[in-house]
């Protein structure tokens, strides 16, 4: 079995600072992983995913993630942080065999971006 | 271009009334999903399905279920909805090709039940 687990639940930072969003994972097996975002009332949005491949992975918006075997670790940064980018971020990850199978979320972390 | 619709994005219901939420796709991917995400939770599978093979979480309520009748669409039926079940219901999809692992998700559907 997976397990995600998103070590802070809201995250207040200014504009234009750097942010670290925190994702642990448990698996027995490999996987693939992913940040999703949620803006309010809305669907998820893919911001990247790790499947293979170099660690450093580059997303949209400027965001990116390393991913730690070592540590299970899959944490989110941005260098400089606006104010659209208030929103929840998802850690998810899914197993590589059997994909089409369940995505496992972290609980969310709410990003609160002020001026 | 909106590739996962769902409609409605906001559904009022009554206590016990059904109500059925719809989801289309336009990138004909084989696996489509439903997830219940109640309010600050994280999103939580209630099935799928692998093109035509339905596969329920085994702790989804028998209240809820869901049809699939061709690949581009599929719905969720809550038979009798209870306070409980007000949510937000995401419908996604993913293919089991080159892009294996990714979930698009609808914009969502918000139901509320009085």
């Known amino acids: 079995a997976q397990s995600v687990t998103q070590l802070d639940s809201q995250v207040p930072v200014f504009e234009e600072a750097p942010v670290e969003l925190r994702c642990n994972y448990s698996?027995?097996?490999?996987?693939?992983l992913f940040w999703y975002v949620q803006y309010p009332n809305q669907g998820l949005q893919l911001l990247l995913k790790?499947?293979?491949?170099?660690?450093l992975v580059k997303g949209i918006n400027g965001f990116e993630a390393e991913f730690n075997k070592s540590q299970t670790s899959f944490h989110l940064r941005k260098p400089s942080v606006h104010i659209s980018d208030t929103a929840e971020y998802f850690c998810?990850?899914?197993?590589?065999?059997?994909?089409?199978?369940?995505?496992?979320f972290g609980k969310g972390t709410k990003l609160s971006v002020k001026p | 271009d909106a590739m996962v619709i769902q409609n409605p994005r906001y559904q009022v219901t009554q206590f016990g009334k059904p109500v059925t939420l719809s989801c289309s796709q336009t990138?004909?991917?084989?696996?489509m999903y439903w997830y219940q995400q109640k309010s600050s939770q994280a999103p939580k599978l209630l099935f799928h399905?692998?093109?035509?093979?339905?596969?329920n979480e085994a702790d989804t309520p028998d209240n809820f279920q869901s049809r699939r009748p061709n690949t581009s669409f599929c719905f969720l039926d809550i038979r009798s909805p209870g306070l409980g079940d007000a949510a937000m219901y995401l419908c996604?999809?993913?293919?089991?090709?080159?892009?294996?692992?990714?979930?698009?998700f609808g914009e969502g559907s918000r139901l509320t039940v009085l």
């Open positions: 996604a999809t993913s293919d089991t090709g080159t892009r294996a692992g990714e979930l698009f």
């Open positions: 698996s027995s097996v490999s996987v693939y």
């Open positions: 790790y499947l293979s491949g170099s660690t």
């Open positions: 998810a990850v899914r197993p590589l065999r059997g994909s089409q199978g369940n995505l496992i």
């Open positions: 990138l004909n991917h084989n696996v």
């Open positions: 399905y692998y093109d035509k093979d339905f596969n």
